[in-house]
């Protein structure tokens, strides 16, 4: 019984997170598609939807959760009893959780006290520190050193002293902050007469969804009324449904009664029964029906053009189709060789052969960049824009659309763009693998050398490797997004010239590689090959464990610079006016 409702919740909670991750995620990169447009071309950015509410009532909503997630924190970290063999573990996260509370919400006052200046002897006291940067190099420094202290004394009294002070002091101090972020904030709205609930611009994007949903439905005369209302849901439920073959997370393991306490040892231990795939459909032909089920969007596009009854619409669909059509080929074909070198159709086997041997990215590069570019030429954004480019067709395909139907072929272009990452990472980046975490724990070897290895209790590896599988996902979104800002819209001879002339011939070409390299593999076989391809993997993962470093030391320092603001002056009147002193701003008459 405790099994049955365990395999029920995950059900639940996966068919929830596959419904809400694509559509959430789409609304972020909305949010983030106009926020990237404002910061370049220097104009008001999408966060000026707001709720306004009384400040006592937001003071209450800021506190109350505070002292809840404080509580609970209490609660877990003193009342549940902790197994000997994670002590160490549960001491070394929370005493880093710890850490994060303090020079976070120390961070935040900061940031607070210089926009609206200091109103109390806290503020004062925070503003005297300096600079609020430096609470940043010193949180990071003292993730640094607590690391390095508990990997060094690990089996030492040195080291049982700091995983009873972690176990203590730890929660102690991670509840701390948080009730004393949550009562600041409250203190600090309470003196205001009305809040404004922004969410860093995220209510736009909701407005205007809520706004489509309300705006009247104009359909045309002398239109197929039909075909005309279901083309919106050929576009958009397609690339919605493509994601539940894409496994996000590696297999749960219960033991072997179901028992749930499992979910805190390792997996080696527990892994004696059936394991939970966190996938929402398990097909044998995964890729090919994502594929199948994606092709779909491309009857969605013509029959709106055509049942429009309007010219610049059907030449729309026509050239949409056409695209989506001819991109779909180059990249079905530059899939053919990671299947043959992985031998399945199952996405989840080929992320398990990624997590054993290397990321796809490693033998198939040139699959993953011409997969990438028909990707994004695929889902119709700039600079592939053709079937809606309004210099030529006022909005193509969806000009006889309003309202919520065009927002759903709107809306549709991120969903894919979602749902084509997240193939990508599944197909090339490792998926939800990262560099030496197998299901048991850490494990760092090169060659045959262990050089370090820490076990983990299962439900904490696949946490990281859902939110791994979320943040590859993210990275190759905003690569989507930031294309657009990149290069110009190509002419219509230009976009058919790539796609059939050179990623096409190219993709053939990678098939024909992979199928050399192979045999030649094959024909050399033997024990010392085995080793050293082996040993490529292990330096592959040692390699992106360098560049994750090295690009975490490089964005701190980026990200800490202070931001200076540089006019771009641009037109022959502009100049004048810098030259004369420049302009004396007034407020609108309008």
């Known amino acids: 019984m405790n099994e049955l409702v365990i395999r029920l919740a995950i059900a639940v909670g996966m068919a929830l997170f596959y419904a809400l991750f694509a559509m959430n995620l789409a609304v972020i990169l909305t949010w983030a598609d106009r926020r990237q447009g404002s910061m370049i071309q220097d104009r008001i950015g999408p966060n000026r939807a707001v709720i306004f509410m009384p400040g006592k009532v937001a003071a209450v909503g800021a506190l109350l959760p505070a002292l809840a997630v404080a509580g609970g924190v209490l609660a877990w970290a003193f009342q549940a009893e902790t197994d000997t063999d994670s002590r160490g573990l549960v001491a070394l996260v929370f005493s880093q959780l710890a850490i994060f509370a303090t020079w976070v919400t120390v961070l935040a006052v900061a940031g607070r006290i210089r926009v609206r200046g200091a109103r109390s002897s806290i503020d004062l006291f925070v503003r005297s520190l300096g600079d609020p940067r430096i609470f940043v190099w010193i949180g990071v420094g003292l993730h640094a050193t607590t690391l390095i202290a508990a990997v060094a004394t690990r089996g030492m009294s040195e080291g049982l002293l700091l995983e009873e002070i972690g176990l203590r002091s730890g929660p102690s101090v991670l509840a701390f902050w948080i009730a004393a972020g949550g009562l600041y904030a409250a203190s600090g709205l309470a003196r205001e007469e009305r809040v404004g609930l922004r969410l860093l611009g995220l209510l736009h994007p909701a407005a205007d969804g809520l706004k489509s949903i309300f705006k009247e439905d104009i359909v045309p005369a002398n239109v197929d009324r039909l075909v005309h209302g279901l083309a919106p849901l ?29 979910l805190w040892a390792p997996a080696a231990q527990v892994c004696a029964g059936k394991p939970f795939g966190l996938q929402l ?39 949409a189709a056409s695209q989506m059509i001819s991109y779909e080929v180059t990249m079905g074909l530059t899939l053919i060789g990671a299947i043959m070198i992985y031998g399945t159709l199952r996405i989840d086997l080929m992320v398990e052969w990624q997590a054993q041997n290397t990321w796809g990215i490693f033998v198939q590069p040139l699959a993953f960049i011409l997969f990438f570019t028909a990707a994004v030429a695929e889902s119709k954004r700039i600079p592939f824009d053709l079937p809606e480019g309004e210099s030529e067709l006022v909005a193509g395909y969806f000009t006889e659309y309003s309202g919520m139907k065009f927002a759903m072929f709107f809306f549709a272009e991120y969903v894919a763009i979602v749902t084509a990452s997240a193939l990508m990472v599944a197909m090339f980046l490792g998926g939800w693998s990262l560099p030496f975490v197998d299901r048991d724990g850490l494990r760092v070897v090169i060659g045959q050398t262990v050089w370090f290895e820490l076990a983990l209790p299962q439900l904490l590896v696949i946490l990281l490797g859902v939110g791994a599988f979320i943040a590859k996902t993210l990275v190759l979104c905003w690569l989507s997004l930031l294309i657009r800002w990149t290069l110009p819209r190509f002419r219509y001879d230009q976009l058919m010239n790539l796609g059939w002339r050179k990623l096409l011939p190219w993709s053939i070409v990678n098939i024909l590689v992979t199928a050399v390299v192979m045999t030649l593999l094959a024909n050399i076989g033997g024990e010392t090959t085995a080793k050293a391809l082996t040993l490529l993997g292990q330096l592959s993962e040692l390699l992106l464990s360098v560049l994750g470093l090295a690009a975490v030391f490089i964005a701190v320092p980026w990200l800490m610079k202070p931001v200076h ?21 007034g407020d609108m008459g309008a």
């Open 281 to 319: 459909v398990d097909l044998d032909m995964g890729l090919l029906f994502f594929f199948a089920m994606g092709g779909t969007g491309i009857i969605g596009a013509a029959l709106a053009g055509w049942a429009s009854n309007n010219k610049y619409s059907l030449m729309g669909g026509l050239r």
């Open 234 to 262: 050929i576009s958009f439920f397609p690339a919605l449904i493509v994601m539940a073959v894409i496994p996000f997370g590696d297999k749960l393991c219960l033991g072997p009664n179901g028992e749930a306490a499992a």
């Open 565 to 585: 603001h540089r006019r771009l002056i641009v037109t022959s009147s502009a100049k004048f006016a810098e030259m004369a002193g420049g302009t004396r701003l």
